[in-house]
């Protein structure tokens, strides 16, 4: 059995794709910071399925992360960096400690995933498959998300770049970029945005939606369902790329 770890998985889509992987035959390693809906998660998902505290921003929780899994599964094969931070920062609020928070856990937590997981795949003398998440805000500037947005341009970037310098390792490194996606950070989003123009959360919600090609919202399992075509062997000739999963909100 081939074994996932999946950050953020305690809620929203790093818990569907965590739930994915395993029903794809996966044994799941759940890294979140918030250890209670982690093991809540994991117990949901019964048999093989494992859940460990750490702060994606810290590299050293993270370098643990990895090797609780590994100890407790005896191998890795995927990294799913998918825990993030999404606040909603009209430009002329930002603060520098909403800087250093946003790009520690959405910049950081992918660069640290990126290193562990390639420490652990030389040990564990094969190659492996790294993941990352973005957003379709990655690939064009949203409203009121400098910060958010600024840092999924980042995790594109340095997707490609590790894409290139790890491939020889037979390693192949992607990311998967969802659009407005039904957890509780876009409920969030949608209710700052529509506060900010003194509307209620459906117009907040709507200034994102209304450009869905596909006319629903997203469920976290379209993510997921990207994410397991990633993780899996069909994708074994793709690296580099950012699969957007958006229901048609930007052509690429
Ligand atoms: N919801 C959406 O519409 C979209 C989400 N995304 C991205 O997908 C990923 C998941 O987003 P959602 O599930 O919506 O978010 P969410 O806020 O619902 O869940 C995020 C999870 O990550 C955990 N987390 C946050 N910071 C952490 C840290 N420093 N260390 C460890 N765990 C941490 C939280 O405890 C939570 O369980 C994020 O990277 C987000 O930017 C991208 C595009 C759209
Ligand atoms: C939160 C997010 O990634 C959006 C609005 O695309």
Do not use: C
């Amino acid at each position: 059995m081939k074994v996932a770890l999946v950050t953020g998985a305690g809620q929203g889509i790093g818990l569907a794709i965590a739930e994915r992987l395993h029903a794809d035959g996966f044994k799941v390693g759940l890294v979140d910071y918030n250890l209670e809906t982690a093991q809540k998660a994991a117990e949901k998902i019964g048999a093989d399925a494992f859940a460990v505290k750490a702060d994606v921003s810290k590299r050293d929780d993270v370098f643990e992360a990895v090797d609780a899994v590994v100890e407790k599964f005896g191998d890795l094969n995927v990294i799913v960096n998918n825990a993030g931070l999404g606040p909603t920062t009209p430009i002329d609020t930002i603060t520098e400690e909403q800087f250093v928070q946003v790009y520690g856990v959405n910049v950081g937590g992918v660069l640290w995933g990126t290193q562990a997981a390639h420490q652990t795949f030389k040990k564990l003398g094969h190659g492996g498959k790294i993941i990352n998440a973005t957003s379709q805000a990655g690939v064009v500037g949203n409203p009121e998300l400098a910060l958010y947005s600024g840092t999924k341009f980042a995790v594109r970037g340095i997707t490609q770049v590790t894409a290139r310098d790890l491939a020889e390792e037979g390693i192949t490194v992607n990311a998967y970029a969802p659009g407005i996606v039904k957890t509780p950070m876009m409920f969030d989003i949608a209710h700052k945005v529509g506060q900010n123009a003194g509307k209620d959360d459906e117009w907040g919600m709507n200034q994102f939606a209304k450009d869905i090609t596909l006319k629903r919202l997203s469920e976290p399992e379209d993510v997921a369902a990207a994410v397991s075509f990633l993780a899996g062997p069909d994708s074994n000739y793709i690296t580099g790329q950012n699969i957007i999963v958006d229901g048609g909100m930007q052509f690429h």
